[in-house]
């Protein structure tokens, strides 16, 4: 059974730094491109990287661009989010998620086309 799961996130000061982790259990993560999204409670879901299972190439969202980078360990079946000089408004439930190609459209990662995703991992970004 294809499963992703999310862990890292936590309670962190502004400025401050997490990692996050996508565990991918039943496929091999290298066969697709791995999207991280955020949605907080009542609010739209967001895009806010991707890396492609075809070339390892990365892409960002420019609300996040050059704070968060983006990473992946095949041979661990690993995806990973690090997020540096994190700000209030990154407050939300972080989800990776499986999809066949990054898209980048108007500075946002497009999240139209995913398949599976995880249970999501909080970060709250607060003093």
């Known amino acids: 059974q294809a499963q992703l799961v999310e862990s890292g996130g936590g309670l962190v000061q502004p400025g401050g730094s997490l990692r996050l982790s996508c565990a991918a259990s039943g496929f091999p993560l290298d066969l697709y491109s791995i999207v991280w999204f955020r949605q907080a409670p009542g609010k739209e879901r967001a895009g806010v990287s991707c890396?492609?299972?075809?070339?390892?190439?990365?892409y960002y969202a420019d609300s996040v661009k050059g704070r968060f980078t983006i990473s992946r360990d095949n041979a661990a079946n690993m995806v990973y989010l690090q997020m540096s000089s994190l700000k209030p408004e990154d407050t939300s439930i972080y989800y990776c998620?499986?999809?066949?190609?990054?898209?980048?459209?108007?500075?946002?990662?497009?999240?139209?086309?995913?398949?599976?995703w995880g249970q999501g991992t909080p970060v709250t970004v607060s003093s």
């Open positions: 998620a499986t999809d066949h190609r990054c898209k980048v459209v108007g500075g946002v990662v497009s999240t139209d086309s995913l398949t599976t």
């Open positions: 890396i492609s299972g075809l070339d390892g190439n990365t």
